[in-house]
Structure formats: structure tokens, C-alpha cells
């Protein structure tokens, strides 16, 4: 693809941010900036709890990507420091006035339906049942960076305006896991 057509497509489509390639905790660390600057500048008069709420939801799904995609690599043992491949976007949906955050990254097949129920179920409480279950999940240590995602999804749904919206889509014998959130 030719950069200005590239250039052209983002602008049309309203992207603020996008990244493709390997996400790291110090990525994760320096993106912190970067997003914050792209948001701030895409509108002056966005609120500041926005732009928060943009921010906290793309580290959240980073970090998901980053600990439990099936092409992880770990890159510190003592520590437990993965790596992984996936992309992020960062976009204006001018139909219906609200930011989205999107990532995509590879999956096993077996974590398909466990993604699915934890998603499901996440989207069917309430604000003040999420905040109950990220308590509960708190006191129990349950679901501390296993292969499961869990408080992090209830968090994206707390900071969402919508329900959180995922597809599973096979690809040249891969599975990829897409995960949308709005603000």
C-alpha cells in the first residue's frame, strides 16, 4: 500500500491511533503518551474522563494481548515478562459521536469458547454487579493473570458506553480474537 493512500484512509475513517507489531510492557509504558496526545489533539474540547476512559481501555487490551495471545513469548522467566504480536486502533465512529478501541490478536481454539463465556457474561451485569464482581475477583486473588482474562474485561466494561464487542475470525488456519470497546 502507498503511504499517501494509507494517509487518505485513516483520515477518512477518523483512525487517531493505530499500531501493528510486537506489544511489550515497555510499549505498553511509552504508548501511555502517545495515545494520550493523539486523543487530546483529535478534539480540544474532549473531557478529560474521555480521554481517561480511551487510555485505561487500550492499556487493558494490550495487556490482554500481550499475556495471552497464542504467539506469546516470554522474555523474562524470573519475572514472567511476555511479548506478543497484534494491533491496536484508536478511532472517531462519526456516525454514532463515540471513540472506539479495537485490538486484534491470534488465539488457540481452545480458548475460543472460554473467551466467549467470560465476554458474555461480563456484558450481562450491570454497572454495580461489575464493581461487585471486580471486588469478589479482588479478595479471591481468582483469575490473577491466568489464561482467562478477568477482571480486566469487567474494567472495560465499567469504562465502556456500550457493550463490549468481540468476533473470532479464521484466517489461513489461524484464529484471530477481535475485541472492540466504546467510549
Known amino acids: 500500500m502507498k503511504l499517501l493512500e494509507f494517509k487518505k484512509f485513516l483520515q477518512d475513517e477518523d483512525i487517531i491511533f493505530t499500531y501493528n507489531g510486537t506489544i511489550s510492557q515497555r510499549l505498553i509504558s511509552d504508548i501511555e503518551g502517545i495515545v494520550f496526545d493523539s486523543i487530546e489533539s ?3 474540547q474532549i473531557q478529560s474522563k474521555v480521554i ?3 487510555f485505561l481501555i487500550a492499556i487493558e487490551q494490550l495487556q490482554n494481548i500481550k499475556n495471552y495471545s497464542i504467539d506469546r513469548v516470554l522474555k523474562d522467566e524470573e519475572s514472567k515478562i511476555y511479548e506478543s504480536r497484534g494491533i491496536c486502533v484508536i478511532g472517531y465512529d462519526k456516525e454514532h459521536s463515540r471513540y472506539y478501541i479495537n485490538t486484534l490478536n ?8 472460554k473467551i466467549s463465556n467470560k465476554i458474555d457474561e461480563v456484558n450481562s451485569l450491570d454497572d454495580k454487579a461489575q464493581r461487585n464482581k471486580i471486588k469478589e475477583l479482588l479478595k479471591s ?5 491466568e489464561q482467562g482474562a478477568g477482571i480486566g ?8 458506553s456500550d457493550k463490549l464487542v468481540y468476533n473470532f475470525i479464521e484466517d489461513d488456519g489461524k484464529l484471530f480474537f477481535e475485541l472492540t470497546a466504546f467510549v
Open 106 to 113: 491470534q488465539v488457540s481454539q481452545e480458548a475460543k469458547e
Open 52 to 54: 481517561r476512559n480511551i
Open 141 to 145: 486473588g481468582d483469575l490473577a493473570h
Open 42 to 44: 483529535h478534539q480540544d
Open 153 to 160: 474485561l469487567y474494567e472495560m466494561a465499567r469504562k465502556s
